[in-house]
């Protein structure tokens, strides 16, 4: 095999391992938004200072996110040449969640569980963070 060989090969792999990270992304990105649209969340009233009670459909707010290791995780090193996502506080690498505008904690939770499920099967370590606003 010469050089412009082991190029073409390399770049073959390339273009597959491209695609099925894409793939992956995709569903997951997929699942996530299905998974808040399907969630009901739980209502809460907040009460202001003078009694005034304001209710809120969508519940608490707040938000999660997907954080994988960096280290032996070849799709948060994918996600990372290619722009996806960013640095994760306290090391590795995190995702941001599609979501629909709302700021309902229990969307965001139930959009993360759904995309962390999808990378989970194809392999991909990673977790949930959540934390309410």
């Known amino acids: 095999m010469n050089i412009s060989t082991n190029n073409d090969e390399r770049t073959k792999v390339k273009t597959v391992l491209d695609t099925i ?68 506080f306290m090391g590795g690498w995190a995702l941001s969640i599609p979501h629909n505008g709302s700021q309902s904690y229990e969307r965001h939770v139930a959009a993360a569980r759904a995309f962390a499920a999808v990378l989970t099967i194809n392999g991909v370590k990673c977790a949930v963070h959540d934390y309410i606003d």
């Open 21 to 88: 990270n894409n793939e992956v992304l995709a569903e997951a990105r997929q699942a996530a938004v299905d998974a808040a649209a399907s969630c009901t969340p739980t209502p809460v009233v907040w009460v202001g200072s003078n009694g005034t009670r304001f209710p809120e459909p969508e519940g608490m707010c707040g938000n999660a996110y997907i954080k994988m290791p960096m280290v032996n995780n070849k799709f948060a090193l994918w996600c990372k040449k290619n722009a996806i996502g960013h640095k994760s």
